[in-house]
């Protein structure tokens, strides 16, 4: 392949472009993925080594089920946070595998919607993700992660702004390889810097090591830096203790608990088919193949679901289609699976070994942030072409309708107080503490945050305060519905009711197939076509 195609065309066969460059594209993959993917099991205390290693595997399972078409890496979901914090609030171990368990019934629920598009064919369903739903949606995914990258920037603007500018110039002015790995030098780029001011200013603050100090311009961690010096080489990514096998081996099964994962997991899998569906077309649009229709929707909802169910019964997250790996695409230009199931394999060689994993989580935070900043916005600009390249006719009261519902509510919702819709679901009776004062025959009870309603000319009256239990009424589950899946579940059902329908997805199929020679140069898909 010419230096010119390697610049200026798609490529869409990674190994002509040589050995040691395809390792470099794996790698970049991967350290896109990382950031996100080790912080689910932070946040929820499940194993960061079995993560890593269930992203490997349940990545290459997507693609022997989707025919190793398909460019999409499965990394860890946070649409199914809110579960696990409903079952195990604290990260308990011991709480962990219902929360797994209820997961893995997720996961099935692809299956059977895979079922059902394989019976009725896609086009029935696909009639109800046109363009003006699965744009606004792609547009929102990248919107409603914005923050979390926002908020990693600002640990240190200075390392942030350095990764986003090898980015921006290494993609922009690039030449060769340096033009599709801009990521993977960002990532190493803002790391050096980090190494040099930790070596040359660095002083503990808090947590972490930080220039001349001052705790708004974070480097490394402490712990990570303890973390890589005490960490094995060699270790199994997972405990049997962890996995959901054991809450039926053990013993000491909560029959409760389980029917309590289920009832508040299992709903959850309706909002990730959607974000789904809006992965895979961001992904045909970013590619220019319509992977809905070959290899199929069924075969990439199979993938995901059947890699979530996976991954949970060992322990590890539920895995999803990840944006930042689309962000990658986008701007390497670089569309051969084989450089992704790369990045996998080595994602599963890292599971093995804490020393190397610990490596790869010691990435600065302000890093993360620049990386994450580029690759959201990706995702959104993604959404905007694809609703550009659909020709939508905003012109149409229906198309600003239902765009604008979606966006106002995804975004809307994700940044409200609530950070979603809870729909409590059933009653139960708890016993609870309570702390009140008795002044007057009347009762003035302590409010949660310490506060006392006592009116200021009764307040000499009262006396010592009274502890006292009582049962009260609380909902057995509440259900909690994201901003990005209520956002869709609306417009979907806005688009199938309101009249004026002017997409037909059967017809659109050879539109599809041309934004193909929009973005690839010609001179590669001829090289391409004789490397068959």
């Keep these: 392949m010419s230096k010119s195609s390697l610049q200026d065309g798609a490529v869409y066969d990674a190994k002509s472009l040589g050995a040691g460059r395809v390792i470099v594209l794996g790698f970049q993959h991967m350290f896109a993925m990382f950031g996100s993917t080790v912080l689910v099991p932070i946040l929820t205390g499940l194993s960061v080594s079995a993560t890593l290693l269930f992203a490997g595997l349940g990545t290459i399972l997507f693609h022997l089920l989707s025919k190793r078409k398909v460019p999409a890496f499965l990394g860890s979901s946070f649409a199914f946070l809110a579960g696990y914090f409903a079952i195990a609030p604290n990260g ?7 929360a797994c368990f209820g997961v893995a019934l997720a996961g099935l629920v692809y299956l059977i919607l895979a079922g059902l598009i394989k019976a009725f064919g896609v086009n029935r369903v696909m009639k109800f993700f046109p363009p003006i739903v699965t744009g606004p949606i792609i547009i929102a995914i990248g919107l409603c992660l914005s923050a979390t990258a926002i908020n990693s920037c600002s640990t240190n603007w200075i390392v942030a702004v350095v990764a986003i500018l090898i980015i921006v110039i290494c993609n922009i002015w690039g030449k060769g390889m340096i033009k599709i790995i801009p990521i993977l030098l960002g990532v190493v780029g803002a790391c050096v810097l980090c190494i040099i001011l930790t070596l040359a200013t660095g002083q503990v603050s808090g947590d972490y090591y930080t220039i001349a100090g001052n705790s708004n311009f ?40 389980l029917i309590t994962a289920i009832i508040t997991i299992v709903p959850i899998s ?7 569906i809006g992965d895979i077309s961001a992904i045909s649009s970013t590619v220019g193949e319509n992977f809905i229709k ?22 590890a997250p539920a895995n999803t289609t990840y944006g930042e790996n689309t962000g990658v695409l986008t701007l390497s230009k670089v569309y051969d699976p ?13 599971s093995i070994s804490p020393k190397l994993a610990a490596c790869i989580s010691a990435i600065p ?15 959104s600009a993604v959404g905007v072409r694809n609703v550009v390249e659909n020709k939508i006719d905003f012109g149409k009261a229906r198309n600003v309708i239902i765009a604008a519902i979606i966006l106002v509510l995804s975004i809307g919702i994700q940044y409200s107080a609530a950070q979603a819709i809870k729909i409590p679901v059933g009653t139960k009776e708890v016993q609870q503490n309570v702390e009140y004062y008795e002044v007057d025959g009347n009762k003035y009870y302590v409010e949660a945050d310490g506060s006392i309603n006592i009116p200021a000319d009764l307040m000499a009256k009262a006396g010592d305060s009274v502890t006292e239990t009582v049962t009260v009424t609380e909902p057995l589950v509440v259900i909690s519905l994201s901003g990005l899946a209520v956002g869709s579940l609306v417009g979907i059902i806005l688009n199938a009711v309101l009249p004026g329908k002017d997409y037909d997805f059967e017809s659109n199929q050879k539109a599809a197939q041309a934004k193909d020679s929009t973005i690839t140069d010609e001179p590669v898909k001829t090289q391409k076509k004789k490397k068959k």
């Excluded at 308990?92 to 219902?98: G, N």
């Design 92 to 98: 308990e171990k011991e709480l962990l595998p219902y």
């Design 218 to 257: 974070q480097l490394f961690s402490v712990a990570s830096i303890e973390n890589i010096k005490n960490a094995a080489w060699i270790g199994l990514p997972f405990k049997y203790e962890d996995t959901v096998f054991n809450i039926f081996t053990g013993g000491n099964l909560n029959t409760s608990l």
């Design 270 to 276: 309706l909002a990730t088919i959607v974000e789904h």
């Design 294 to 315: 070959d290899p199929g929707l069924h075969r990439t909802l199979m993938g995901d679901g059947l890699a979530t169910t996976l991954a949970s019964l060992f322990g």
């Design 338 to 350: 084989f450089v992704v199931r790369l990045a996998a394999v080595f994602a599963i060689c890292f």
């Design 365 to 379: 935070t302000p890093v993360v942030g620049g990386i994450s900043l580029v690759l959201y916005g990706m995702i």
